[in-house]
T-cell receptor, first 113, second 114 residues
Framework: GDSVTQMEGPVTLSEEAFLTINCTYTATGYPSLFWYVQYPGEGLQLLLKATKADDKGSNKGFEATYRKETTSFHLEKGSVQVSDSAVYFCALTSGGGSYIPTFGRGTSLIVHP | DAGITQSPRHKVTETGTPVTLRCHQTENHRYMYWYRQDPGHGLRLIHYSYGVKDTDKGEVSDGYSVSRSKTEDFLLTLESATSSQTSVYFC?????????????FGEGSRLTVL
């Protein structure tokens, strides 16, 4: 079945540091890939997505590139802020009539001033 | 923002009592989901719906039932709550004509079972 593996957290960084959160996947067919973010006390919200190989999703300074050859979708940001402190979830849908997204376990990011 | 509201947002109850959580959407989305979120487990799917009166089980459905009599409402019921069901519950919706995979989440319902 489909699966998503994320690096375990927490990831602790100082403000303005470079961020990478690794995400790899296994899936049948040609999945769509997503990053969601969950701020404290809130529900998840879509951060960015990519629907085919080599696509780059981007939003709010975050980027992730759909790498089919390495089955990866790593999240990056060049300069994090304290306000980026949150939990980040990588997810996929493999299509083929499936209604069910597959989520990673989430990675907590803590950014210190 | 997607129009999803969950109620109640917080509830404390005792073991053995029934509990119903409600998810209401104003987006006319076909697909609705109930997840629970627990430390160390991430998000786990309880039940989902792909249309009115069309529901199916997720990976952690034991002890839970759902109903969807209208497009806009998806109810999650714990027939007899147990302490292991203490969790934060999230409703999500997706797609108007098909599951795009992009989910819109509610704010969550925190349930404590004493």
């Amino acid at each position: 079945g489909d699966s998503v593996t994320q690096m375990e957290g927490p990831v602790t960084l100082s403000e303005e540091a470079f961020l990478t959160i690794n995400c790899t996947y296994t899936a049948t067919g040609y999945p769509s890939l997503f990053w969601y973010v969950q701020y404290p006390g809130e529900g998840l919200q879509l951060l960015l997505k990519a629907t085919k190989a080599d696509d780059k999703g981007s939003n709010k300074g975050f980027e992730a590139t759909y790498r089919k050859e390495t089955t990866s979708f790593h999240l990056e940001k060049g300069s994090v802020q304290v306000s980026d402190s949150a939990v980040y979830f990588c997810a996929l849908t493999s299509g083929g009539g499936s209604y069910i997204p597959t989520f990673g376990r989430g990675t907590s990011l803590i950014v210190h001033p | 923002d997607a129009g999803i509201t969950q109620s109640p947002r917080h509830k404390v109850t005792e073991t053995g009592t029934p509990v119903t959580l409600r998810c209401h959407q104003t987006e006319n989305h076909r697909y609705m989901y109930w997840y629970r979120q627990d430390p160390g487990h991430g998000l786990r799917l309880i039940h989902y719906s792909y249309g009115v009166k069309d529901t199916d089980k997720g990976e952690v459905s034991d002890g839970y039932s759902v109903s969807r009599s209208k497009t806009e409402d998806f109810l999650l019921t714990l027939e007899s709550a147990t302490s292991s069901q203490t969790s934060v519950y999230f409703c999500a919706i997706s797609g108007t004509s098909g599951p795009t995979g992009e989910l819109f989440f509610g704010e969550g319902s925190r349930l404590t079972v004493l």
